[in-house]
């Protein structure tokens, strides 16, 4: 037992950060990437982020009382391993970090897909200077019930210059903002933030919100985004840095600044359709009369549009599974968005985006890997709201759109990179997609890439020519300290 847990060695909530094990559900974020330029003030930072004091945001905790009070605005931060370097962390704590933390987000860029446009060398800044970057700060404001788009702006505001004032030892490297354009809606028009792990000592039925059927995955472990916890590995616990008010209740993030071609993408889900126009075999794929069933009043063209789109995420863009839907997103018994697995004949693709994430239960190669590459994803959009309209040409000044994305978890190699290289961008876990790229966030070229669209019967539709929808833009691998670590680092000294 340490002393970062009850006395009963249960989780103490108050120690922990927030939005690790429960999301904010806010309307807006806003990320700072700071740096160090004064290691004792930014110490004294530290301690009084603690409380509050002296002006300075109070981090947000995963206290039941704290969130009982819903703060007006929510705070935390994220240290790269620069940034524990620069306020004087021990070498010998330092050394106890896995090594792909270490190396931070450029050096592993490979393993990540992030090569030709989304390569490192690309990035936007301060994201350029990876080695400047010693913390990204988050601050999440507003009701999403209740949107004041001033209201939140100002409150961002306001803890963005108590963040940076000049006392504090810090500088002001950038900022992105993000902010919920349509609830639940993102880019691609998706239903998003539909299924993440669920923890014994964190959730109930009741956190399943509008899915009463609850969801076929285990409870994860709490050693998926906690260190000092056990893991989906027997008998596993991931290394904690020393001392042990560092390493426990930590947790590590992947921040990622993801651009996201909207126009493209809806141009594509146009081609394809016109290819299908002309392969018999589509008739399997739609049977001729049945576009009602995907929406009223589309041609079609159109309702193809829409079964590819469907296809390749694995979901209908308003978040219905194709595992228990594959011919209608509005099946006339509702059914369950998260209650779902992939038997022998599934509908959903092999290689669709969010059986490629996490194939479930679904038999894969790397059997020992089904749930243990579990994120817990907190993103928000960027960019306005893009409304798709064939007459309309394109745009070349069309805005900049994509997602703020965080990929927490654990141990960074044996999730968040495995999943990214193994199984979006190889294709590992099942001899029928490997070799091919994810189809929405994958590292595609249109000369090689391609995606398979599955008919009745077991034949199939290869679709190629599939672009690069999504392109790095930024991140770091942050290291998410627990309260007793943000107390530890701020009273280091020289």
């Not at 788009?149 to 961002?156: C, P, T």
């Not at 030892?169 to 993440?196: E, P």
């Not at 472990?221 to 290394?239: A, D, I, Q, S």
């Not at 394109?394 to 703020?404: C, F, H, I, T």
Request: with cysteine; net charge neutral; glycine share 10%.
């Amino acid at each position: 037992m340490n002393d970062q847990n009850d006395q009963n060695g249960k989780l103490n909530h108050a120690d922990v950060q927030g939005n690790i094990l429960r999301g904010y559900r806010r309307q807006r974020v806003r990320y700072l990437m700071l740096k160090v330029a004064g290691a004792t003030a930014a110490r004294r930072w530290l301690t009084a982020s603690l409380t509050g004091a002296d002006g300075v945001p109070q981090i947000t905790t995963e206290s039941e009382k704290r969130w009982g009070s819903k703060p007006e605005t929510c705070f935390n931060i994220g240290l790269t391993y620069e940034g524990l370097r620069a306020l004087g962390t021990p070498a010998a704590s330092l050394a106890d970090f896995p090594t792909e933390f270490i190396e931070g987000m450029t050096k592993r860029a490979a393993k990540l897909g992030d090569v030709g446009p989304s390569g490192p060398e690309n990035w936007e800044k301060p994201f350029d200077k990876p080695a400047q970057i010693h913390l990204i700060a988050s601050i999440y404001a507003g009701d999403c019930k209740k949107p004041d788009a001033a209201g939140e702006i100002a409150q961002l505001d306001a803890v963005q210059r108590a963040v940076v004032d000049g006392k504090w030892g810090m500088s002001l490297l950038g900022t992105r903002d993000g902010w919920c354009f349509n609830k639940d809606y993102v880019h691609f028009n998706y239903a998003d933030n539909i299924s993440q792990p669920k923890f014994e000592e964190i959730h109930t039925t009741d956190d399943y919100g509008d899915y009463p059927d609850g969801d076929s995955q285990p409870m994860a472990p709490l050693g998926t985004v906690l260190l000092g916890y056990e893991t989906n590995f027997e008998g596993l616990k991931w290394r904690v840095p020393r001392p042990p008010q560092l390493g426990y209740n930590g947790s590590f993030n992947a921040f990622r600044v993801l651009e996201q071609d909207v126009v493209c993408f809806e141009e594509y889900l146009t081609t394809a359709a016109d290819y299908l126009l002309h392969d018999p075999k589509a008739n399997l794929l739609l049977p001729p009369g049945t576009e009602s069933n995907i929406g009223e009043g589309l041609s079609r063209r159109d309702a193809l549009r829409e079964v590819v789109a469907a296809n390749m995420c694995g979901r209908w863009r308003n978040g219905v599974p194709l595992a228990l839907s594959p011919d209608t997103p509005s099946p006339s018994k509702p059914v369950s968005k998260t209650n779902f697995d992939y038997d022998g004949d599934s509908r959903c693709p092999y290689g669709a985006h969010i059986r490629r994430c996490n194939p479930r239960g679904a038999q894969i190669v790397q059997r020992v890997a089904n749930h243990s590459r579990r994120l817990v994803r907190r993103g928000m959009p960027y960019g306005p709201a893009y409304v798709y309209d064939p007459a309309k040409p394109r745009d070349p000044n069309e805005p900049k759109r994509g997602l703020l994305g965080n990929f927490i978890g654990a141990n960074l190699g044996a999730q968040f990179e495995a999943m990214s290289c193994d199984w979006l961008n190889l294709g590992l876990q099942d001899p029928r997609v490997t070799g091919s790229n994810d189809p929405l966030l994958g590292a595609n070229d249109p000369v090689t890439s391609w995606f398979d669209l599955p008919l009745p019967g077991g034949d199939k539709i290869r679709l190629r020519k599939l672009p690069r929808f999504v392109t790095t833009k930024g991140g770091a691998y942050t290291f998410l300290p627990s309260i007793s670590a943000i107390g530890y680092l701020g009273s280091l000294s020289g």
